[in-house]
Nanobody
Framework: QVQLVESGGGLVQAGGSLRLSCAAS????????MGWFRQAPGKEREFVAG?????????YADSFVKGRFTISRDNAKNTVYLQMNSLKPEDTAVYYC??????????????WGQGTQVTVSS
């Protein structure tokens, strides 16, 4: 059974930083593309960042990430990270981790975590 468990969310002031983690189990992590998505209240879920199985290729939603976020992975720890800097109130959302053994790092993704809340206060 595939499990993706996100952690690291919380409340932070604008301009602050958070590092999200996603621990994976039940799959061959090093063979999976991984991604981060987010969903704000009343909005559709949107792609944030993706990383290839090797970590050699990364992708970002340039429209709002703009160099503030960095995705990385540690295949020895079966974990993917999202470092978020210079956070803005509009980054407030539930952040989801996703995995897929076949899809590209931008999706589609077959496995999803339960999400972690990120709240950025102004």
């Amino acid at each position: 059974q595939v499990q993706l468990v996100e952690s690291g969310g919380g409340l932070v002031q604008a301009g602050g930083s958070l590092r999200l983690s996603c621990a994976a189990s039940g799959l061959t992590f090093s063979s999976n593309s991984m991604g981060w998505f987010r969903q704000a209240p009343g909005k559709e879920r949107e792609f944030v960042a993706g990383i290839s199985w090797s970590g050699g290729n990364t992708y970002y939603a340039d429209s709002f990430v703009k160099g503030r976020f960095t995705i990385s992975r540690d295949n020895a720890k079966n974990t993917v990270y999202l470092q978020m800097n210079s956070l803005k109130p509009e980054d407030t959302a539930v952040y989801y981790c996703a995995a897929d053994p076949i899809g590209r790092p931008t999706g589609p993704f077959g496995y999803w975590g339960q999400g972690t809340q990120v709240t950025v206060s102004s």
